[in-house]
């Protein structure tokens, strides 16, 4: 609940962007997992600001420490307590905000729910916090190396502003994802899409798009009827990311223009093995994985906090101009990727704990 | 989990299409709430089988009866119980599905998970699992009656296989909506889509859509970071229900192609309030309420059983063709409407009571 | 959470005295296990009124009812709806606790909370609301009966004011327990406490006393660190029931007495098992089961409802003298049995499904 | 769940004896609550070892440093991370756990379960494990510091072996208690207590006692029907302590053998306040408070870890003999009591905003 993600594989984000640092407890774990700093460091990486240039300068190592929950290089089943320390924190850099409300941002309504909130680089709603995520998630991973060694996840950028990728979803690879700093599908058409992340950084604005994510190799039977559908809970984690607007699974908003006879996917038997021609359920049916590939999408919106002129008011109520400072992305597509990643790996990992509680080692 | 939905109002769903019944338990609500079955049976009737030529022609009376929770008209604060019996059961009807599974239908992943279903009817699947939602919403509707009398809700169909309403979301009248069976904006318009219907239907098909659901006056500072924002909550809420594929909020999947310039919301002072010129946020920033109109959409997929014949396998894994019998929506969307409108209520109470919580009395 | 008990194996309960009924929702419980009415009615059968003598009159055949979650004579993995309607209400029998508050009753806290109370029965604090508890524990019974066979359970009544059983606590025959009224360890012995319930009662008064259960066969291994402890989730449980007023486990209250050299239970092998030789702990060592008997005690107040007249207030605060009517019980403890019993099944089938999300099946 | 404490004032702990740190993470406090280091460091002070000459002497400064979630010296109303370095760990003593289980401690039920454990010190099992519980209470008792700022609570030594303290608990001062090492209710008996603990430690040996505690002011209307009674949170809460072995409140195991004519608490009117003559209900009638003084009792077995020579098995199921080793309390009644208050403090706090949540502000 609010700050805890996961019924059985339970992740406690805590942190604002200027403190003392960011972390999660992850709890629920099982035991006898192998796992070291450096099996999440990767993902902190991929997520850290400053690995390339088209994203927000700050300078954060991002170093992980492990505190608890881990002995002998493995997993204790106790919570396993991870942080990471705030270093290139400048507070100044946000003075404006302390009394003018960034438009579309959390400012005013941190202000109106809480009476009180942590100016210095937007606090709790920073970005930052996302680093709690992607330490459960990457955790998540490595029991999966366990438990299902055949899951195999793979994000990507899909769309930056109007500029879409042709890649088909399912043949995108990791290696090629990671070889371009927009995690584009495609690393050579990646070029194009730099460019116009530059502009746009240029023009002090900013730019949205959409994260697409496959999942190969889910064990069948995950996802709960009837709140606790896996798509249900899919979509939680992803709108739960800051920014996020929308969420599609499979067919998703494009499937209502079909009738039934096109969009439904005809079972076969291959071998022993009930499949699917097509996959417009995007891997999910009554809420629970079939085996098949899970598909999905998650529009995020154009970062709200941009360089360019903006009229807004103040915290006494006052009309105000405000041209944000701080450092910034212009685009939170790249560093979006891993973290659609964490959160989908804490989605499969409490589903896998909470199938195996319901029908035992499978 | 799984079958109960909400942390503080809470409502756990029960029960099959062909069975003793189906009910729902509500708890957590406040005490001293007037309340009866008049005040539930409305929304049941506008999500009850036989409303209307374009749904399903099952028989459903679907009279609910309160059977704990309710003293001399008022809510006790302990469970309140409520439940509508089956009655127009046919089992025969569905004994094709006992040893085939319906192409995308949750038929096969019951099975794979549970090793058992309930196969007549849809058993949990199916649509009738709805109505313990929409007892929960009608509750909830009658406690925001008490505890903050502006809230408004509407829902409406946005589009029907490839018809889409012209009519702006602020702008719908609920009378509107339900003054014509589609529960177009636009009561005009609507026969245009009851063709569309009908013509589906004769051709043993279905046809998929998007529900769009307003909310005016809800109160600021519902939704809590990080992980039970409130579009993630509505998100979870929506992809819960049957043929959900996909959900935005605001500017959503569109908003993806604007620079932040664009899109931000403009902040001005209303007298003492602060309000946006704009609504891209759909109501919610950084996952709080600010009291602006909560405008989000659902897509639902064209409904999976219908009367064509389609390829599939049976039980036994063997190649079969179905002509699902049995009596079923060519379009779920007009019973969509009070679905959506239900979770929404549940969503909006369980963080009104959030709110509360950690905030006192506002 | 309120009136839903466990995490993986949740029992929801709702009902009044006096009102349609009382009943459970059951969700998470595996699928394909065996059940049928006729495997609960038995322990509704030992906690009915009207069962014997020496316990309330009221007339209540409570014959239980499945409405979902089972098909075919197994369960379906979904929630199971199990209910009984309230048969022999008499609220004019109550009539004075609209008005009154009964001394050491819920009454007034009810009041004091909610503002409003059914004080028909005592409403919701009614010992019949422990009928949704037999239903959850009889159902988990049945789960263990496929899952964990060798596990039994025998609760008995250790103690009746101040008449104490002399039977050691492992030896203890369910067969003995249920052969007489008081659910005494030894039938002979048990004459002499029908005695002094009869002349409690006659004086229209009551009494207290002890449950002790003993469980044998537990699987090792359930019970969580650190909050979650087995003995924790199992003093929550007998503490949720209508008058308890404490809880011990193994040597309890009088372990405090003695030396760690004294109290530590040595362990030796016996083939390959870890054994030990005395069982002060209760079969729970830092929170989690050791395999040996897990033993138990349970104190109850004499019922706070008598028929001698006592001094009190009224709902104006004004001095007031009640005698109640109504029929009572004037020793809880033999109908406390099947309920220390259903609650521990309970406790026992949620850690087991706990314990085998995060360890997978033993 | 699990190492989670709370379903609104959410305390999640972390850390084990030897590793990085001890720790908890706060979620659900209300925002605009002063709050600082040295808010939480007295009460880490009387739970802290090498306190007094009768704990053990293991020299931990344990300054505790908040992470995040206060900002100005104020709560945010987001999480709040407070951790507590390891520093005098001395792993090497304890090498003989590593092979060897402890007789009545949780070194076999650790290994048995999760198939590792940390044995230095006993890793999560330590004692240590309770910093996280007295940082989250000792926020709670800030934050009631504001809302309920009557609420007073006073735990003390009640027995240690067979010496039982006379003074009636609702006249204990807070004070007093602390003016001696033994927290013994009255200061000049305290010499004799202390001399028993010597002995005990100079045997090589442990002894046990029973905390008490008293809580005054505490709002009325706190706890929840049916499940999440006050006591029966109470009573979880405080079984969830290392070594408790019993709990009961008001009259307790004593009040089973009155008759209820003799244990009721008759009501009569103070002004305008409902006020109880006797207190044997302890403060909760129902599961909920009554305004009057809530009493309860919690028995904690002699310390597992002795350092006389006791028979025990090794992990490969041969017989041993131990001398433990390490620092270890001869008698962990003293370091219990703000145990107690913290995990008091967190029942209360939990049930105060699950109160406010149904009930809105009082």
């Avoid at 930052?128 to 490595?142: L, M, N, P, Q």
């Avoid at 769309?159 to 495609?186: C, F, H, K, L, M």
């Avoid at 079909?258 to 699917?276: A, C, I, P, Q, W």
């Avoid at 021609?277 to 995007?282: D, E, L, P």
Wanted: glycine fraction near 12%; include cysteine.
């Amino acid at each position: 609940m609010a700050n805890t993600f996961g019924h059985l594989y339970r992740v406690t984000t805590w942190g604002e962007s200027h403190g003392g640092g960011v972390g999660a407890v992850v709890d629920g774990c099982p035991p006898q997992i192998p796992l070291a700093e450096n099996d999440i460091q990767p993902d902190l990486d991929r997520r850290r600001p400053g690995q390339s240039k088209i994203v927000t300068p700050r300078k954060e190592a991002d170093r992980c420490e492990i505190l608890s929950g881990v002995f002998g290089g493995k997993t204790l089943g106790t919570p396993i307590s991870v942080w990471v320390r705030n270093e290139d924190a400048r507070p100044e850099a946000y003075r404006e905000m302390e009394t003018m409300y960034r438009p579309s941002h959390a400012d005013y309504t941190y202000q109106a729910k809480f009476g009180i909130r942590n100016w210095q680089g937007g606090g709790r709603t920073s970005a930052r916090e996302t680093i709690g995520r992607v330490i459960g998630g990457s955790i998540a991973k490595k029991m999966f190396g366990q438990l299902a060694p055949k899951l195999r996840m793979t994000a990507f950028v899909r769309q930056v502003g109007t500029i879409t990728a042709r890649a088909p979803a399912v043949g995108v690879s990791y290696r090629e994802v990671e070889s371009n700093p927009v995690r584009w599908p495609d690393a050579k058409e990646a070029a194009e899409v730099v460019k116009l992340i530059e502009r746009v950084r240029s023009e002090g604005d900013s730019v949205g798009g959409i994260v697409e994510c496959v999942i190969k190799g889910c064990p069948i039977g995950l996802g709960e009827p009837v709140f606790d559908r896996l798509e249900a809970d899919l979509a939680k984690a992803m709108m739960s990311l800051p920014a996020s607007k929308g969420f599609e699974i499979g067919s998703g908003f494009f499937g209502v223009r079909l009738r039934g006879s096109e969009h439904n996917d005809e079972f076969y038997m291959e071998g022993k093995r009930v499949r699917t021609r097509t996959n417009r359920s995007g891997g999910v049916q009554g809420g629970i994985s079939n085996g098949e590939d899970i598909v999905f999408r998650v529009a995020f919106k154009p970062v709200a906090t941009i360089s360019k002129a903006q009229k807004t008011v103040d915290v006494k109520g006052k009309s105000a101009e405000l041209k944000a400072r701080g450092r910034h992305d212009p685009c939170v597509l790249p560093r979006a990727v891993p973290m659609v990643e964490a959160m989908s790996w804490l989605v499969l990992a409490d589903h896998y704990l909470r199938d195996r509680a319901q029908m035992g080692s499978r």
